[in-house]
Structure formats: C-alpha cells, structure tokens
C-alpha cells in the first residue's frame, strides 16, 4: 500500500514511528531506540516486486550476473 502514510499513521494511534531508508539507518535507529519504552514502528520501504530486489538483499543463483 504504498499511498499509506505509516509514519504519520502510527503517530495518529501514539505509537511512535520513523522511516528509514537504509540498512544502516535501521540499524542506528533500532540502537536508538533499544531498551524500556515501549513499542516503535520502523517504516521500511521495499519493492513492489519481488524481481526488483537487488543484492545485497536479495541472493543470487550462481551463474546469474
């Protein structure tokens, strides 16, 4: 559902959220965030597809590149 607002959605509800767009953003943010607080919704966004996931994510046959 990619016209949905999740960040702003989950702000609606209380529940805290934020987007990332990155593997590296998650990771700094779950950091952030760990420890008592309670929940927190991390926006991640991802293809449409799956054919149009791409390495690092997405293992490739050998023999495919």
């Not at 760990?34 to 994510?57: M, Q």
């Amino acid at each position: 559902l990619p016209s949905v607002d999740w960040v702003g959605f989950g702000g609606s509800t209380g529940l805290p959220a934020s987007r990332v767009e990155s593997a590296t953003e998650l990771v700094r943010a779950l950091r952030d965030r760990r420890g008592p607080g309670g929940p927190h919704l991390f926006v991640v966004p991802t293809p449409a597809k799956d054919d149009e996931v791409v390495a690092p994510y997405a293992p490739r046959s050998p023999g495919s590149e």
